[in-house]
T-cell receptor, first 116, second 113 residues
Framework: EAGVAQSPRYKIIEKRQSVAFWCNPI?????LYWYQQILGQGPKLLIQ????????DSQLPKDRFSAERLKGVDSTLKIQPAKLEDSAVYLC??????????????FGPGTRLTVL | AQSVTQPDIHITVSEGASLELRCNYS??????LFWYVQSPGQGLQLLLK??????LVQGIKGFEAEFKRSQSSFNLRKPSVHWSDAAEYFC???????????FGTGTRLLVSP
């Protein structure tokens, strides 16, 4: 079974530039998550999709971050404009249902973003 | 809202020795508890999870964890550590309904020869 795919793996940009990350979840998984993991911290949920609808985006900085999951499959997370504090690893995860709290979340390898 | 504390930032264990990583949670009801491992450059992999029932949970790679409600703890254990266990370990707490996981800050395990 193929895992969660993410690209790119690494990205270096200057502040005020824009960047986009792509995620393809495990086939058939209804729920998709984007996490931000700052160095020395645990992952923090940015946004959660159930199929193509947003379930939770309470911690997404909406003035600069946006995410979409068209057709309920793959997803894109965008940052525009980037700030120095956005330097982090961006993790994508998926789970089969995500509605009961018991689902296992499967994580991709992440995209390491460095903002200079 | 739920929260997780992992009091140990780094732990060094000799290969072959036993391991215990601490995790304390805060949640008003019975939580869903998880331990994940993250190797360098890789995503997180689930080691084990607890929802209800038997408070001693077995996971992959020889790991186990014990849920202690009275102490609000879910400590991870392994009887004999291997060099390949060197990684960062995250405890997470979830809630019923839509699964918002809250992660601790992680414990980095170093294994000495």
């Amino acid at each position: 079974e193929a895992g969660v795919a993410q690209s790119p793996r690494y990205k270096i940009i200057e502040k005020r530039q824009s960047v986009a990350f792509w995620c393809n979840p495990i086939s058939g998984h209804a729920t998709l998550y984007w996490y931000q993991q700052i160095l020395g911290q645990g992952p923090k949920l940015l946004i959660q999709f159930q199929n193509n609808g947003v379930v939770d985006d309470s911690q997404l900085p909406k003035d600069r971050f946006s995410a979409e999951r068209l057709k309920g499959v793959d997803s894109t997370l965008k940052i525009q404009p980037a700030k120095l504090e956005d330097s982090a690893v961006y993790l994508c995860a998926s789970s089969l249902e995500g509605t009961s709290g018991r689902d296992t979340q499967y994580f991709g390898p992440g995209t390491r973003l460095t903002v200079l | 809202a739920q929260s997780v504390t992992q009091p140990d930032i780094h732990i060094t264990v000799s290969e072959g020795a036993s391991l215990e990583l601490r995790c304390n949670y805060s949640y008003g009801a019975t939580p869903y508890l998880f331990w994940y491992v993250q190797s360098p450059g890789q995503g997180l992999q689930l080691l084990l999870k607890y929802f209800s029932g038997d408070t001693l949970v077995q996971g992959i790679k020889g790991f186990e964890a014990e849920f202690k409600r009275s102490q609000s703890s879910f400590n991870l254990r392994k009887p004999s550590v291997h060099w390949s266990d060197a990684a960062e370990y995250f405890c997470a707490v979830g809630a019923r309904g839509f699964q918002k996981l809250v992660f601790g800050t992680g414990t980095r395990l170093l294994v000495s020869p």
